[in-house]
């Protein structure tokens, strides 16, 4: 019972489950690439800068909710966006190194 728990997380992720991982691709292409066009250097690195950006974001939210790290978990949402904002935004607007 328990692997099968971990599983369903994993999958609420995109991590192992099919669906779940067009759907990440499909933020991706939907809601991280347009505006990393729009304020990169470069336009023809949006795609992997926007994928930069949501690493990140599934990092967090795959020890925050399946593996459960207890640092992850106990973190506000107003200290999320405080540590990931720099990081974000450097990914989307710093200059290519």
Avoid: N
């Avoid at 795609?47 to 459960?68: F, I, K, N």
């Avoid at 978990?73 to 405080?82: A, F, N, R, S, Y």
Wanted: hydrophobic fraction near 40%; include cysteine; glycine fraction near 6%.
């Amino acid at each position: 019972m328990g692997g099968e728990r971990r599983t369903h997380r994993a999958d609420a992720v995109g991590a192992t489950d099919p669906a779940a991982a067009d759907r990440m691709q499909s933020v991706l292409h939907k809601q991280m690439i347009p505006p990393a066009r729009r304020l990169g250097h470069e336009p023809q690195q949006a795609q992997a800068r926007a994928a930069l950006c949501v690493s990140t974001l599934l990092g967090l939210a795959l020890t925050r909710y399946v593996l459960r790290f207890p640092a992850s978990m106990t973190l506000g949402q107003e200290e999320i966006v405080d540590w990931l904002d720099p990081t974000v935004q450097r990914y989307l607007t710093a200059p290519t190194p």
